[in-house]
């Protein structure tokens, strides 16, 4: 007789897991020292959180590696779960649905994170106690706010693949975040998509070069309108 999932033990759905692999460090900070506009570019523009998942903080460059949680809208005890074990250099990254009705994360939670080394929140859900958040430079991505607080009932994981706006984001991978939103680099493709960022940049700076002296050449511009059929070129 086959047993169900809950009789043979297995707690999919609610579940924290452990012994994920970090990215190294050295290619964290690599990464902080680059915008997130062109990570995105060097990642072909396919992955996003989402433009609803904006910075709620008043500034400041976030950089770390992911401590995802899956939590039902609502629901933060699992986020709880993830602050207790984070470790120095850790985002804890929550996918809640981007419901708005219940906040997730607000000054308790945040500093507890923050005194265990948690360099950054990304929640595709609500914040509260805007007037802490909003006047600091720790960094706190929210898709929204509101009042109301959580329930802490799970159920929830903590340390599985999760998705922001179909950004997959797995436990370890490298997130950044500025003015711009929030890029995730998958930890396997860290060092090609950095090396491509890097040469972006300083194709980028003689450009910049380029329109304060002699001036940019645009003669692309053309090429391309030629090259797809436009009139009047």
């Known amino acids: 007789m086959m047993k169900s999932g809950r009789e043979a033990g297995v707690a999919a759905g609610f579940r ?3 012994g994920h692999v970090r990215s190294d460090r050295s290619l964290v900070e690599a990464f902080a020292q680059i915008p997130s506009a062109i990570i995105s570019d060097n990642l ?11 910075p709620m903080h008043k500034g400041g460059t976030l950089a770390g590696t992911a401590l995802t949680v899956k939590t039902r809208p609502g629901d ?3 986020i709880h779960k993830a602050a207790d074990i984070a470790q120095p ?3 804890i990254v929550v996918d809640a649905g981007g419901d708005l009705t219940n906040a997730l994360i607000g000054e308790l939670i945040i500093s507890h994170a923050r005194s265990r080394g948690v360099v ?3 929640v595709n859900g609500a914040v509260r106690d805007m007037d802490v958040i909003a006047v600091d430079d720790y960094p706190v991505y929210g898709a929204g706010v509101s009042h109301r607080g959580p329930y802490k009932d799970g159920p929830g994981e903590v340390n599985v693949p999760i998705a922001l706006d179909g950004m997959v984001i ?7 975040g500025d003015l711009d939103g929030v890029v995730c680099i998958p930890r396997e493709e860290a060092e090609s998509v950095l090396a491509a960022s890097r040469a972006q940049q300083e194709k980028e700076a003689g450009i910049q070069a380029a329109i304060a002296g002699a001036g940019w050449d645009r003669a692309w511009v053309d090429e391309i309108l030629k090259a797809k059929g436009c009139e009047g070129v």
């Open 16 to 18: 924290v897991l452990n």
């Open 44 to 54: 072909n523009r396919m992955v996003a959180a989402g433009p609803s998942v904006r």
């Open 76 to 78: 933060n005890l699992m």
């Open 89 to 91: 250099g850790d985002v």
């Open 120 to 122: 950054g929140f990304v």
């Open 170 to 176: 797995s436990p370890g991978d490298i997130v950044i």
